[in-house]
C-alpha cells in the first residue's frame, strides 16, 4: 500500500509499466492477490461482529444475519482444497484454490469468497471448457466446492459429514455481475450442476456478491463503536480501496465472463 499510495521504496521503470518485463521484485498495481492479501489483513486486526454481518445481509440481500460474537472466527486467503469426487463430474478435475475463506462456529459457518480485481471470472477452468453440457466458470466450481465440503451432498459414508451454512461469494470493485443473478436462481444452480438430485439445498439465498463501494459503507458506519487500532485499520483500508477503485482496469464496464482457458492467463497471479 505505501508503494502505491505513496510511491515509498521507488517506482516502476517505463519497460516495466509497459508490460514489457516482469520484475519478480515488483509487485504490479493490477495483481488481484495484493489486493485480496490486504483486505483480508485488515480485516482480521477489526473485530468481527463490527462488519461481517452487515457486509453479508448486503451481499446477499437479506436480513437473515444478526450482529454477534462470533466464535471461532478466522479468514484465510487461498486456501486449498481436494479435487472435487470424481464419481460427482463427468470429468476429472484438480485441486481448488478458494481465494478467501470465512469460518466461525455458532452456528457453523462457511463463506467461500472468488475476489478479482482487473480480470472478470474465468468462463473455463481445468479440464472443462463447457463441453460436458454444464458451466465451467469459477464461480460455479466454488459454489459446487462449498455445497459438497459443507455436507450438502448424500453420502453412502458410514459416518455423515457434520452440515454447515454455506454462503458463497464473488469481491470485486463493483457489483452486477451477471453470473452472481443467474446462480441466486435455485433451478439455475440445478441446472448448472452435474448429480444435483444428490444436493440438499441451503435455505435461503446463499450466493452474493461485495463490492469495494460495499466494504467501505460498512466500516463507516460501524467506525465510531471500534477502538482506535481499529479505526486507524479502517481509514487506512478505506482510503485503500478507494485508490484501486478509482485506478482498476476496465472502469467503464462491469466485469464480464472471459472466454480464456486459465484464470492465469489474464490475471497478474
Given amino acids: 500500500m505505501l508503494v502505491e499510495l505513496h510511491t515509498k521504496g521507488g517506482g516502476l521503470c517505463s519497460e516495466a509499466k509497459a508490460g514489457a518485463i516482469h520484475c519478480p521484485l515488483i509487485v504490479r498495481p493490477t495483481s488481484e492477490d495484493v489486493v485480496t492479501g490486504h483486505?483480508?489483513?485488515?480485516?482480521?486486526?477489526?473485530?468481527?461482529?463490527?462488519?461481517?454481518?452487515?457486509?453479508?445481509?448486503?451481499?446477499?440481500?437479506?436480513?437473515?444475519?444478526?450482529?454477534?460474537?462470533?466464535?471461532?472466527?478466522?479468514?484465510?486467503?487461498?486456501?486449498?482444497?481436494?479435487?472435487?469426487?470424481?464419481?460427482?463430474?463427468?470429468?476429472?478435475?484438480?485441486?481448488?484454490?478458494?481465494?478467501?475463506?470465512?469460518?466461525?462456529?455458532?452456528?457453523?459457518?462457511?463463506?467461500?469468497i472468488e475476489a478479482k480485481y482487473g480480470s472478470?471470472?474465468?468462463?473455463?477452468?481445468?479440464?472443462?471448457?463447457?463441453?460436458?453440457?454444464?458451466?465451467?466458470?469459477?464461480?460455479?466450481?466454488?459454489?459446487?466446492?462449498?455445497?459438497h465440503e459443507c455436507g450438502y451432498y448424500k453420502s453412502n459414508a458410514l459416518f455423515e459429514t457434520a452440515r454447515r451454512n454455506l454462503i458463497v461469494l464473488m469481491l470485486a470493485p463493483d457489483t452486477g455481475h451477471t453470473l452472481v443473478k443467474e446462480y441466486r436462481s435455485l433451478d439455475r444452480l440445478k441446472a448448472a450442476i452435474p448429480h444435483?438430485?444428490?444436493?440438499?439445498?441451503?435455505?435461503?439465498?446463499?450466493?452474493?456478491?461485495?463490492?469495494?463501494?460495499?466494504?467501505?459503507?460498512?466500516?463507516?458506519?460501524?467506525?465510531?463503536?471500534?477502538?482506535?487500532?481499529?479505526?486507524?485499520?479502517?481509514?487506512?483500508?478505506?482510503?485503500?480501496?478507494?485508490?484501486?477503485h478509482q485506478t482498476r482496469p476496465n472502469r467503464t464496464a462491469l466485469p464480464m465472463v472471459s472466454s480464456a482457458t486459465d484464470e492465469n492467463c489474464q490475471s497478474s497471479r
Fill in 39 to 112: 483486505i483480508v489483513q485488515s480485516l482480521r486486526l477489526i473485530n468481527p461482529r463490527h462488519w461481517l454481518s452487515d457486509l453479508l445481509n448486503g451481499a446477499l440481500e437479506t436480513q437473515r444475519y444478526n450482529r454477534q460474537i462470533y466464535r471461532g472466527f478466522k479468514i484465510e486467503p487461498w486456501v486449498g482444497k481436494a479435487p472435487f469426487p470424481r464419481e460427482l463430474l463427468k470429468w476429472d478435475e484438480g485441486s481448488t484454490e478458494v481465494d478467501v475463506v470465512i469460518t466461525w462456529e455458532n452456528p457453523p459457518t462457511t463463506v467461500f
Fill in 120 to 147: 472478470p471470472l474465468s468462463a473455463k477452468t481445468a479440464n472443462n471448457s463447457g463441453q460436458h453440457g454444464y458451466p465451467s466458470d469459477q464461480l460455479i466450481r466454488n459454489i459446487r466446492v462449498g455445497l
Fill in 196 to 244: 444435483s438430485s444428490q444436493i440438499t439445498w441451503p435455505t435461503g439465498p446463499f450466493v452474493g456478491e461485495v463490492g469495494y463501494r460495499d466494504i467501505r459503507q460498512v466500516l463507516l458506519a460501524r467506525r465510531r463503536y471500534v477502538t482506535i487500532t481499529e479505526r486507524h485499520v479502517i481509514d487506512s483500508l478505506i482510503e485503500y480501496l478507494s485508490f484501486k
